[in-house]
């Protein structure tokens, strides 16, 4: 595996340049270009990101990432544990960075990412071109959200947590909808209630092999998942239903996780 390169510089024009386009703008006193009346202005170019590569970005967290020295620090560590196949290229930018991936995948990117202790990774989706960055920033930090408790949060495989993320009135309206009831229930049913749920669902609603997760037998597993039924009146056959309650599951993770 060839050794990480890392381009570019906080003083050089380039990194000026991708500071603006993770920011969603062009730098001060860099107009962007403009084509015809009615097409979409196109922002300024930067010969260390092709117009036609596939890009994705990665945002940091950690304790103190609020101040930009934390930031510096995490990301110089995070670039000396990381090792990316050519023609893969990063670029540091204060607490995130830009990945050209060239003809690799996310999965490649991300089976070489292995933050320190501490320090948490979110990874956009891919995006073509360098407009996309913008985008691909804010998506990277959902991801974190997302994923509070893992060290690397990938957004494509946190979907339904980003959704709740993002919208906390939409997510309190998820939670006592789905499982007012249950959350009402003493500690260790409501918990062992919601491991259930959890695993069903993670199961593709087998009872069989939820059961073999948690170590119950399979009628245990489908006497919870009638009480469920009883307490909220609602039935697990209807896929509303099955939608509703994973949304408010993770509504519930990420709560109990801050």
């Known amino acids: 595996m060839a050794p990480l390169s890392v381009i570019g510089s906080a003083r050089t024009r380039s990194a000026d340049l991708v500071a603006a386009l993770l920011d969603g703008a062009a730098p001060h006193g ?51 544990t990381l090792e990316l196949p050519q023609p893969m290229r990063l670029m540091w930018y204060a607490g995130c960075a830009v990945v050209l991936l060239g003809e690799a995948s996310l999965d490649d990117l991300v089976r070489a990412l292995d933050p320190p202790s501490g320090t948490r990774v979110g990874v956009s989706p891919a995006v ?34 980003a959704l709740v993320a993002e919208n906390p009135t939409l997510a309190a309206l998820l939670l006592a909808r789905a499982l007012g009831p249950v959350l009402e229930l003493p500690p260790v049913d409501r918990d062992s209630l919601l491991s259930t749920l959890r695993a069903w669902l993670e199961s593709g609603g087998s009872t069989r092999r939820a059961g073999d997760r948690l170590f119950y037998h399979p009628n245990t597993v489908l006497n919870r998942l009638r009480r469920y039924e009883h307490l909220t009146g609602r039935l697990l056959g209807d896929p509303f239903t099955v939608v509703e309650l994973t949304l408010a599951l993770e509504a519930h993770r990420l709560t109990t996780a801050e």
């Open 30 to 80: 860099t107009p962007a270009t403009h084509k015809p009346h009615g097409t979409t202005p196109q922002p300024p170019r930067t010969p260390d990101l092709p117009d036609d590569a596939r890009y994705a970005v990665l945002a940091l967290a950690g304790p103190d990432t609020d101040r930009q020295s934390d930031l510096t620090l995490r990301g110089q560590l995070v670039a000396t």
């Open 128 to 161: 073509a071109g360098p407009a996309a960055l913008g985008r691909a920033r804010a998506l990277a930090e959902q991801a974190l959200r997302a994923a509070p408790d893992t060290p690397v949060a990938v957004l494509e495989e946190r979907l339904p947590a």
